[in-house]
């Protein structure tokens, strides 16, 4: 009978902090495990002992990895760069060799970037029924276009170009929306990147760098864009969260 060998103790690894970082931390992470910090030189790890070999991305686990970065930005330890969940090591060492040997550097130089800031996100959702609507309610021309054409039977070519006039009339309000959010929130924010929407409702999704007491300000345009588009939109802002979109090596 061969022998058997205890498998090596997994550790979850929710961020990275600059040191001395948050040693002063009381908050369970995944499967109610309590989170410590590991400092190797000038970086310190919040880390938990992991109970499953590999963790599914469901809302739970999703949740309980983004509170472990929520309680340490809430006890003042704001500069972090969060890291992608369901990572898991065996060793230090190997965090060493594969990410502090080969990339301390740059993870000095993303501490610096957002020293002070933090992120904010935009996302913003419209009915395309309803824009397509008043589309055909604001403009005479493409109404009078659509209503010659009623109660006939259509060439293709006619109906490609009605389809592409409407087409670029829908395009046009979308535009018209997303030109009003970059132009009354980017000049507030030290970096802006916009991200593809999540879902065909949603028409705007971006992370916003804004300085970390400009919030307020930020929020209050938020709130007149809100006012401006009145019913048109719904519009999703997260003021607190853990700096995904400008923690990335690739971002330097």
């Known amino acids: 009978m061969g022998l058997l060998f205890p498998m090596a103790e997994l550790l979850y690894l929710y961020g990275i902090f600059p040191a001395p970082g ?8 995944l499967d109610d495990q309590a989170v410590k910090a590991h400092a190797i030189e000038d970086f310190v790890f919040l ?30 330890y704001r500069t972090l760069l969060p890291l992608q969940f369901g990572l898991m090591i065996e060793t230090w060492e ?24 933090r992120e ?3 996302k913003v959702l419209w009915q395309a029924d309803y824009e397509l609507n008043q589309l055909m309610a604001e403009n005479e021309g493409l109404r009078q276009q659509r209503d010659r054409l009623e109660g006939r039977l259509l060439s293709m070519d006619e109906v490609v170009t009605i389809g592409q006039a409407i087409e670029r009339g829908v395009a046009q309000r979308k535009e018209a929306v997303m030109d009003a959010f970059r132009v009354g929130l980017s000049p507030l924010a030290t970096a802006v990147i916009e991200n593809d929407p999540m ?32 019913d048109r939109l719904r519009i999703r802002y997260n003021n607190f969260t853990a ?7 690739d971002y330097l």
């Open 199 to 230: 879902t065909d409702a949603m028409i705007y999704n971006a992370a916003f760098l804004i300085p970390w007491d400009s919030e307020p300000q930020f929020s209050a345009v938020i709130e007149a864009l809100d006012e401006q588009f009145e």
């Open 94 to 117: 190997r965090v060493t060799r594969d990410l502090i040997t080969p990339h301390g550097a740059g993870l000095k130089q993303l501490f610096a970037r957002l020293e002070g800031q």
């Open 120 to 122: 904010v996100s935009v």
């Open 47 to 76: 880390y938990s002992a992991a109970q499953q070999e590999r963790y599914l991305a469901s809302r739970k686990h999703l949740l309980g990895h983004e509170r472990v970065l929520e309680a340490a930005m809430h006890k003042g």
């Open 243 to 249: 700096p995904y979109n400008f923690a990335q090596l």
């Open 22 to 29: 948050p040693v002063d931390l009381v908050v369970t992470g």
